[in-house]
């Protein structure tokens, strides 16, 4: 687990996108939406990386890899996961039904 100060450097550095890049470029590897949807998931934990990760497409990003990889526990796991941590903004909610 990241120390709260980390995940701000981590998104400030540019984290997010590089994680969604992963997700897009490797979008047919179960291990990599897994392990991206982790990354997002304890990044989400901060409420201001809530706020980025939904402008630069991680709801998007999240469904489609759970939607890809439907028979991939962990996917499903984190996916969920870091739908949680991003439904704690109500905002977010709305967001996250719309995507499916």
Do not use: W
Request: aromatic share 0%.
């Amino acid at each position: 687990d990241l120390e709260p100060e980390n995940r701000v450097t981590i998104v400030v550095k540019g984290g997010i996108e590089a994680v969604l890049g992963a997700m897009g470029v490797h979008g047919s590897s179960a291990e990599v939406q897994e392990r991206a949807c982790g990354a997002l998931r304890n990044l989400a934990l901060h409420v201001e990386n809530q706020k980025v990760i939904v402008a630069k497409g991680g709801i998007a990003a999240v469904v489609r890899a759970m939607a890809s990889h439907a028979f991939s526990a962990k996917v499903q796991e984190q996916g969920c996961a870091v739908l949680c941590n991003l439904a704690a903004n109500e905002e977010n909610r709305v967001a996250i039904a719309a995507k499916g």
